[in-house]
């Protein structure tokens, strides 16, 4: 009895020492990680991606498939910003009617149709 008495006794020190001791590593990196202003968030199990994040993920890769479809049809997307004066209205058709041709030779009749549905595919599937 006494022997089963002391080795539940050193086992529970044991385990007392070693949780201590964790204790007092992560007490130290958190004063650590405050000095630097790199607080941890600690995640457990798989690795945490949150769902904004993932959301993030999706668009950034339709995007970029998105902008590869753009390519192969000889097209770069440029933001123009929110608001479009008059001037700028007329100079981007005019722009629109110079590429037509271009576009049509280089890409075929139709490709319009083609390339809208390669983007749909993308964002609808």
Known sequence: MKKSFLL?????????????ELSLEYKNQALH??????????TFGLPFIS???SERIVQETR????????????LY??????VIDTKEGKSRKN???????????????????????EIDDIIYN
Not at 8 to 20: D, E, G, Y
Not at 63 to 74: L, R, W
């Open 8 to 20: 539940i006794l050193v086992i529970f020190i044991s385990c007392k020492s070693r949780n201590l």
């Open 77 to 82: 997307r440029l933001n123009l910003g929110c």
């Open 33 to 42: 990680d405050i000095e630097v202003d790199s607080v941890k968030v600690f």
């Open 63 to 74: 995007n970029d498939k998105i902008s590869d479809i753009y390519k192969k049809y000889g």
């Open 95 to 117: 722009y629109h009617k110079i590429t037509q041709a271009y576009l049509e030779k280089r890409n075929k009749k139709g490709w319009k149709v083609k390339l809208e549905k």
């Open 51 to 53: 769902p904004v994040e």
